[in-house]
């Protein structure tokens, strides 16, 4: 989806100078259309291209090459429309349904209370997370965090994961944690 939007984006952007291109040459050739037209050159281009489309409207390989270029400016067509006019789906934590709807948090929101949790952990230096959710609830927490070389990273690392307990128990989500010893310069404890 995310690749449809940009290409959206690009080609409305192509397309709006070339729109402006030929406006200017219309008014070009609305105020001198003898000189405008000899300036833009368009009675070369008549001729060029008359030829192409008296080969057009026969059988051959102009044809044929005129037919597959205009299914794909069809397909990317309706591609283009499909990027413009889906809505994104927002990514959210489901906490629990109920009849009046979900219960659900932000991926953000979610990563943020984490990272405080775990940076409230003793040993750890800083912490970086985030929070993948899955489509039927629940989902993965991912934590990344420093701690000073002294410290024991399995204990650490099971010092955070309970102090994450309050958060990923209730939102269904599997935490990963992964320290490292903080490299020099790094806050200290």
Do not use: C, Y
């Amino acid at each position: 989806m995310i690749l449809l939007r940009l290409l959206v984006r690009v080609v409305s952007f192509l397309l709006l100078i070339v729109l402006a291109l030929l406006g200017l040459g219309i008014a070009l050739s609305a105020i001198d259309p003898g000189s405008a037209a000899d300036v833009a050159g368009l009675p070369r281009l008549r001729d060029r291209v008359g030829a192409w489309f008296e080969n057009l409207e026969g059988d051959g390989p102009v044809a044929t090459a005129s037919l597959i270029a205009g299914v794909a400016a069809g397909l990317l067509g309706l591609a283009l429309l499909i990027g413009l006019l889906v809505p994104r789906r927002e990514r959210l934590v489901t906490l629990r349904t109920t009849e009046h709807g979900p219960l659900a948090a932000r991926r953000r929101a979610l990563a943020d209370v984490a990272r405080s949790l775990a940076e409230q952990t003793r040993g750890v230096t800083q912490a970086k997370v985030k929070v993948k959710p899955r489509r039927r609830g629940g989902g993965r927490l991912r934590v990344r965090a420093a701690r000073p070389r002294p410290a024991d990273g399995r204990t650490v690392d099971r010092s955070i994961a309970s102090q994450l307990e309050t958060l990923t128990g209730p939102f269904g989500l599997k935490a990963s944690v992964q320290t490292r010893a903080g490299e020099r310069g790094a806050r200290v404890q």
